[in-house]
């Protein structure tokens, strides 16, 4: 006669998943577990084993090592609105993690994921940087144009000069320089891997 063992193994993995991703969340889980362990179908020896983790001495690292791989495809494919965001990457970041703790570790879909994320705060006024949402929409372009094959395009107008924007951006000159009205639509494309952009 077979024993049926009682194992919730996905529910364990995502618990799992959401504490390491959220160094916040595990300090929260060990003044009070309760909550958090309502969330999943966790056998009791789950539970032991999560009571566990949170306790040994390496979850900061897990912490900090999951940290890195999901800010670095921002940072990297999206290093003029890093830039513009400054200090405030960081939070914006972190609030972005708990909306969204299941990364696709997809380098296009973690930066589009987080551009739209940023976009959204950018339309309701609860981000407020100029030009900053002129340069995300060229970063985000640019991502998913490197993704597709060559042929592929997007039609962006972005309302102000978008050259000078991203020259003053790299030579730190921004806040110094008048950037012009640009009422153009652009067509942005990949030609032998390197990206052009067409007045329409």
């Known amino acids: ?11 364990f993995q995502i618990a799992l998943a959401k504490l390491i991703g959220s160094p916040q969340l595990c300090e929260t889980v060990l003044r009070d577990e309760t909550v958090f362990f309502a969330e999943f179908d966790l056998t009791g020896k789950e539970k032991k084993r999560l009571n566990s983790v949170l306790r040994q001495k390496g979850i900061s690292a897990c912490c900090s090592l999951y940290r890195m791989n999901r800010i670095t495809p921002v940072y990297t494919q999206l290093i003029n609105t890093s830039t513009l965001l400054g200090d405030g990457l960081v939070p914006l970041v972190e609030e972005f993690w708990l909306q969204y703790p299941e ?18 705060k950018i339309e309701t006024g609860i981000v407020d940087i100029p030009y900053l949402k002129q ?37 730190g000159t921004l ?3 008048t950037i012009e009205k640009d009422d153009n639509l652009y067509k942005m494309y990949l030609e032998d891997q390197k990206l052009q952009m067409e007045i329409v």
């Open 103 to 120: 990364p696709t570790l997809q380098f296009r879909d973690e930066v589009l994921e987080f551009g739209g994320f940023l976009m959204n």
């Open 1 to 11: 006669m077979q024993k049926q063992i009682s194992m919730s193994m996905p529910d």
């Open 135 to 171: 340069v995300l929409q060229v970063e985000i372009a640019i991502n998913e144009l490197s993704y597709l094959p060559e042929g592929e395009i997007r039609m962006l107008k972005f309302g102000l000069d978008i050259f000078k924007i991203l020259q003053c951006v790299n030579t």
């Open 175 to 177: 806040q110094e320089e």
